[in-house]
C-alpha cells in the first residue's frame, strides 16, 4: 500500500472515477460511464471551487479508488466548518485490501487540516457492509437522513 498517491482527479481520471461508481448494485442502476458528457460538466463545477476536492487514490497514474470532500461553513456550531464526504469507491480489484481505510483517514486528516469539526456522510440504507465499515472507523449512525428525489 506504500505505492498508493492521493491526489486531486483530473479530467483525464474520469473514465475511471465513473467505472467506480457503476460498479455496484446501486451505481449500476445510476450511472451512465458510456456517457461522459454530464460528469465532465460536473467535474468541471467541482474543480473550480475552492470548498470541493475530488480526490483520486492512484497506483502507477491508475485511479483505483476515490472520493469528494466537500468543505461547509456554517453558523451552527460557533460558526463551524464541518467536512462531508461523498462517493467513496474502491476499485473491485484492490477491496479488503484496507484502500479504503486508507482513503478515509487521509479525509480525516484532510478536514481536520481545513480546521472542519467533523466529518459527515451518508451512506445508503442498504449498504449494511459500508455502515459496519464506517463504524469501524469511529463513525457513529447519529442522525436519520433524508432525501427529496426531483
Known sequence: MD???FRRATADDLPAIVAM??????????????????YRAAFAAIDADPHQQLIVAARDGRP????????IPGLSRRGSRRALVEAVRVHAD????????????????E???LDCVLLQLSSDATRLDA???YER?????SHLGFKYHF
Do not use: N, Y
Not at 460498479?23 to 461522459?36: C, I, K, V, Y
Not at 483505483?64 to 468543505?71: A, E, F, K
Not at 479504503?100 to 479525509?107: E, H, P, Q, V, Y
Open 64 to 71: 483505483i479508488g476515490t472520493l469528494q470532500l466537500t468543505v
Open 131 to 133: 455502515h459496519r465499515f
Open 94 to 109: 484492490e477491496r479488503g485490501k484496507g484502500l479504503g481505510s486508507r482513503l478515509m483517514r487521509w479525509a480525516l486528516e
Open 21 to 38: 461508481l457503476a460498479d455496484d448494485p446501486l451505481g449500476a442502476r445510476r450511472e451512465t460511464p458510456e456517457d461522459l458528457a454530464p
Open 111 to 113: 478536514a481536520r487540516r
Open 3 to 5: 505505492d498508493i498517491e
Open 137 to 141: 472507523l469511529g463513525f457513529e449512525a
